[in-house]
């Protein structure tokens, strides 16, 4: 092939390229694309609440306690000790405590479908159906719990700093709240706090791609 060919094709190839990481695989955020092996979730994700229509990725369940137009933003950060994540929000309740956590599965139109708690070290008695309840696994040191109070204005914002980082080969891939607080601490409610009220799934990248913070 000569110089001319070359010349002519690359733009053809780039264009191919761009195209394909602009597909619906990478950007549509159904549980199955998001979650596709060669993918994991990016370093920040942000998202503007609605009810759900296929390819949402910041969906409300309860527009009473997260209305339609909240916000949230989810940052991971990888350091020196481990991974620091934080959430921010906007446009909640004024004055309301909320549960959140960092859970399995990217979002679709069913809460339960977020799967379980992200979990460092995962409880092997825990499964479908049966979520772990198991304080020596449901605990604030081996999921990422992001607790938070809205204030005047219906902003808050969380952070969970661990001494471990997320295995790629089972990222977390959403952020989920929940419409109380993580105080139960017991044998068989450890980690529970009530009905999903939202959830946002976190933005896929390339695995290859590099970066500070991969999550």
């Not at 390819?55 to 991971?76: F, I, K, L, R, W």
């Not at 709240?177 to 390339?206: I, K, N, Q, S, V």
């Amino acid at each position: 092939m000569n110089l001319r060919v070359l010349l002519l094709a690359a733009p053809l190839a780039l264009a191919a390229c761009t195209s394909a990481l602009a597909s619906p695989a990478v950007t549509g955020m159904t549980k199955t694309s998001a979650a596709a092996p060669g993918f994991i979730p990016g370093p920040v994700t942000s998202g503007t609440f609605k009810t759900w229509v296929e390819g949402s990725t910041a969906v409300t369940y309860d527009t009473a306690a997260v209305p339609v137009g909240a916000t949230a933003e989810v940052s991971v950060a990888e350091i020196k000790s481990g991974v620091r994540v934080t959430a921010a929000l906007t446009g909640l309740v004024p004055g309301r405590a909320y549960g959140a956590h960092l859970h399995t599965n990217p979002c679709t139109a069913n809460p339960a479908e977020a799967g379980p708690h992200y979990q460092n070290r995962i409880d092997p008695a825990a499964g479908p159906g049966k979520p772990s309840a198991d304080p020596e696994y449901a605990n604030p040191e081996n999921e990422i719990w992001l607790d938070f109070t809205a204030d005047a204005e219906g902003a808050g914002t969380a952070t969970s700093v661990q001494k471990w980082r997320f295995d790629e080969k089972r990222p977390p891939w959403s952020f989920v709240l929940h419409e109380r607080t993580t105080t139960h601490t017991g044998h068989g409610e450890a980690g529970t706090a009530g009905a999903r009220l939202a959830c946002l799934t976190r933005d896929p990248m390339p695995v290859y791609t590099e970066g500070t913070g991969r999550g």
